[in-house]
């Protein structure tokens, strides 16, 4: 079955540092990815999407990478900040499904001051 | 803004009670989902509707049950709690269509079965 997993399970940056969190992916019939943020005690919330014909999308601050080669995306943060300490989720829709996503387990970002 | 809203932020139950989360979206989605989220689990999905009263399962629909009577609420059951359910149990909701359709979540409910 299709699977969405993590390299890391935590990261820690210095503050103004940039970031880098990854993702594996093994369902190559996906239609896009999504990245999402989870504050402690919140619900996830979205950062930015990519589709997957595109390679790279950027948005404030936040660059996404996909490699469809070796099936692998990435979330880039540039100047990190305390306010980014959170959980990252990526997140997949594969194209046989009635717009569900599956998650990966989630990266925790630690930004230190 | 979408919001997603679920009724308790933190819920205790007794082993064997009925149990129901519920959740409301206010921006006329078609699609919602309730998921549990477990520490080195991720999210997994309970079920999902596609319109109202329809339902698909998900990955771990076992013990649980849903109802959606109206396209903006949609409801969790758990017929006969038990403790392996002790979970954060998160709802979103998104709109069906050819584009990406983001899931939005709300806040979460932390359910604790003793």
């Known amino acids: 079955g299709e699977s969405v997993g993590l390299h890391l399970p935590t990261l820690s940056v210095q503050e103004g540092d940039n970031s880098i969190i990854n993702c594996a992916y093994s369902n190559s019939a996906s239609d896009y990815f999504i990245w999402y943020k989870q504050e402690s005690g919140k619900g996830p919330q979205f950062i930015i999407d990519i589709r997957s014909n595109m390679d790279k999308r950027q948005g404030q601050r936040v660059t996404v990478l996909l490699n469809k080669t070796v099936k692998h995306l990435s979330l880039q943060i540039a100047a990190t900040q305390p306010g980014d300490s959170a959980v990252y989720f990526c997140a997949e829709k594969s194209g046989g499904s009635n717009y569900k996503l599956t998650f990966g387990k989630g990266t925790l970002l630690t930004v230190n001051p | 803004d979408v919001k997603v809203t679920q009724s308790s932020r933190y819920l205790v139950k007794r082993t064997g009670e009925k149990v129901f989360l519920e959740c409301v979206q206010d921006?006329?989605?078609?699609?919602m989902f309730w998921y549990r989220q477990d520490p080195g689990l991720g999210l997994r999905l309970i079920y999902f509707s596609y319109d109202v009263k329809m339902k698909e399962k998900g990955d771990i629909p076992e013990g649980y049950s849903v109802s959606r009577e109206k396209k903006e609420r949609f409801s969790l059951i758990l017929e006969s709690a038990s403790t392996n359910q002790t979970s954060m149990y998160l709802c979103?909701?998104?709109?069906?269509?050819?584009?990406?359709?983001?899931?939005?979540f709300g806040p979460g409910t932390r359910l604790t079965v003793t």
């Open positions: 979103a909701s998104s709109s069906a269509g050819t584009g990406i359709n983001e899931q939005y």
């Open positions: 921006m006329d989605h078609e699609n």
